[in-house]
């Protein structure tokens, strides 16, 4: 390639600062997936949101001047940003390693009650939800597996691709857009999301940007 992409550690991993899918996205925000035993923090998974920035911006108009505070709080906000028609990309890289059915069954309970909560769980979201569930069933989580998340702007389509070492590219295509949007709510959803560190630094990057 020749020239040296900068890059952004989240617990010591690289996330390049940009990725190329069909445009450059831009790394918007970063954290962890992580719980507490017995008082003891333990990692899962290092997180990146990538997103186009210029667009997503003229999509958040309405929350010009807010603080972090605000945002981190503000559930129109984050329905906004899953509900903006631009390319996204979650690059989630493994820091403990779990079997994928494990990380499968949290994925398909959260995305399930989600659907529910708004009626919209119906044959085809159970279909399309068991296809994502038998895609990490047989997967297993190793340190630095790479598990990415692409939405691109045509609405209603999640591709999920996972990387480990010594073994090829696994792909999956999500055609259901009740199914793809809650996925993204997983990760971007306020307050309910999965990862508090990512909602922050999200609320964190947007506030500077739209303030700007």
Do not use: C
Request: charged content about 25%.
């Amino acid at each position: 390639m020749g020239t040296e992409m900068a890059t952004v550690e989240v617990e010591g991993i690289p996330f390049p600062q940009e990725i190329t899918v069909s445009k450059p996205l831009s790394l918007l925000a970063h954290g962890i997936t992580d719980i507490e035993i017995h008082f003891l923090q333990i990692k899962y998974n290092a997180i990146g949101v990538y997103l186009e920035k210029d667009n997503v911006l003229g999509h958040l108009e309405s929350w010009k001047g807010k603080k972090a505070e605000e945002l981190v709080q503000d559930d129109g906000f984050f329905q906004a940003l899953v509900s903006a028609p631009v390319e996204k990309l979650f690059r989630i890289v493994v820091i403990k390693e779990i079997k994928g059915s494990q990380y499968g069954v949290q994925l398909e309970s959260s995305v399930r009650d989600r659907l529910v909560s708004v009626d919209k769980y119906e044959d085809e979201e159970e279909e399309s939800l068991e296809k994502v569930t038998e895609f990490f069933q047989s997967k297993y989580f190793k340190p630095n597996s790479v598990l990415t998340f692409h939405f691109p702007n045509t609405p209603g389509i999640a591709e999920i691709s996972f990387v480990t070492e010594g073994k090829g590219e696994a792909k999956l295509t999500v055609e259901n857009k009740n199914v793809a949007e809650m996925i993204q709510k997983w990760y971007l959803g306020g307050e309910s999301a999965v990862s508090p560190t990512t909602v922050k630094s999200l609320a964190d990057q947007f506030a500077a940007l739209l303030s700007a």
